[in-house]
Each structure stands twice: as C-alpha cells, then as structure tokens.
C-alpha cells in the first residue's frame, strides 16, 4: 500500500490552479469559522479531495487490471479516459502504450482507419504534426517524397504543370538556374531537338529568320519547316555518299 501523504506530494506540484483552488478553499473556512487559517499543511487534505487523494490527505491509489500493480491514482501513472471511474484509465500507462502498440500492429486496417478519422477531424492539427514530422525527419521526408515520385510518374508531372503555371516567375529563375548548373544536359537536349527537328527547335530556326514571335508561329508553317529542313538534309546526305 502506498502511503503518500498530500502535503509532502503537493511540494512538487503547487500549481497556480491549486494555488487558487487552496486560497478559496481558505476564504471560506475563514468565513465560516469566524479566523483566518495560515496552517496551509492542513488544507491541503480538503484541497486534493477527489484528485488523487482521500479525505485523511492519503494517496489514492488504483491497481493496474492488467499487470496488477498499485500505482498513485493520477493521470501521471494513468492516461485520463471521460468515461472511466475518477476519469482515469484501468490500465496503467505502461501497459496501455503496450497494449495499443499490440493492438496497431494486429490490426493495421482498423489502426489507418482510425488515424484517417482523427485527421478528418482535426485537419489544422494534422497539418500542424505533418509539418513537425517533416522539420524533424528530413531524410525520411525526402526519401518519401521521392518513393511517391517514382510511383505517382503522372501526379507528379501534373504537379510540376501546375507550379510553372502558378509560379511563372519562380519557374524560370529555377529553369536559369538548373542550366547553369546542367550545361551537358542543355547541350544535349539541344542536340535532340535538332535531330529529331522537334516543334520548338523549328520554331527558334524560323524566329530567327524571319524575325518573329514564337507565339505567331501557327502548325503549318512549321510543318513547312520540317519537311524543308529533311529534304535539305538528306540532299546533304545524296551528295556525302556522292564524294
Ligand atoms: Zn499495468
């Protein structure tokens, strides 16, 4: 049997809420007896009445149902449960925490269903907590976010889409950037979309002949452009194997 006495605990925990708690409890033993009461000690049996200590300022205690042992019965050894005598648990903190790790492990279905159900209704906390997770586990978030890349190949374009679109200024300080840095890369997507004589190469060819817009240059007159340009390469080619 544990015997803690109230004022020896209360030591440590004088709080500013049982501070007031202790002062009103005084003004009105002083209004009814008549003198004021400076003997703090011997309030505070009144004070921890139904939090955690009997009327004689002993300790309550709570045996743990599944592990059995006697523990002080405070949200310190037990986690607070609304709908439990004393709103305390049955369980100790020990055992609980092992027993829902159990229980998340044995039926991970129900555990994502229940996580889902909190986010549902707790969104600003749930951002709040991702946002922590994120700050303290930055490899994993990268390597998360990576693992989703490669397996969401379309969403992430469509995200990329979406940012360019959003963010036309960002995008193309980000697109300066990574050129400098990628000049092989530059050189050969340059290479590529001259042999493959794609849309955009033609359109620069016909920008610099003839002095226009990209955004004036319509479908046929790059058509035009394309099959100028094979017939020119492979009269090129006729007159290599010629020599
Ligand atoms: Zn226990």
């Excluded at 006697?70 to 986690?79: D, G, H, Q, S």
Aim: glycine fraction near 4%; proline fraction near 4%; charge should be positive.
């Amino acid at each position: 049997m544990l015997t803690i006495t109230a004022p020896d605990f209360c030591r440590g925990i004088k709080t500013e809420r049982y501070e007031n708690k202790r002062k009103t409890i005084k003004t009105e033993q002083a209004e009814q007896t008549g003198k004021s009461n400076d003997r703090s000690g011997g309030n505070y049996r009144y004070l921890f009445r139904g939090v955690g200590f009997n009327r004689d300022g002993v300790m309550k205690t709570r045996v743990c149902t599944k592990c059995g042992e006697e523990k002080p019965e405070t949200a310190e050894y037990f986690y607070r449960a609304k709908t439990y005598r004393g709103g305390l648990n049955t369980m100790c903190k020990v055992c609980w925490i092992k027993y829902a790790r159990k229980w998340r492990a044995e039926n991970p279905e129900k555990q994502r269903e229940s996580v889902r159900r909190w986010q549902a209704k707790n969104p600003e906390k749930n951002m709040e907590a991702a946002r922590r997770w994120r700050a303290e586990n930055p490899e994993k978030e990268m390597e998360r976010k990576r693992r989703w890349k490669a397996e969401n190949p379309e969403k992430q374009r469509e995200s990329v889409r979406r940012w360019y679109a959003e963010n036309p200024e960002k995008a193309r300080e980000a697109e300066k950037r990574w050129r400098a840095e990628n000049p092989e890369k530059v050189k050969e997507a340059a290479l590529r979309r001259r042999n493959t004589l794609a849309p955009n190469y033609l359109k620069q060819l016909i920008s610099n002949k003839y002095d226009i817009s990209h955004s004036e240059i319509g479908d046929e007159l790059i058509e035009a452009k394309r099959r100028e340009l094979k017939y020119y390469r492979q009269f090129k080619q006729l007159k290599q194997l010629k020599k």
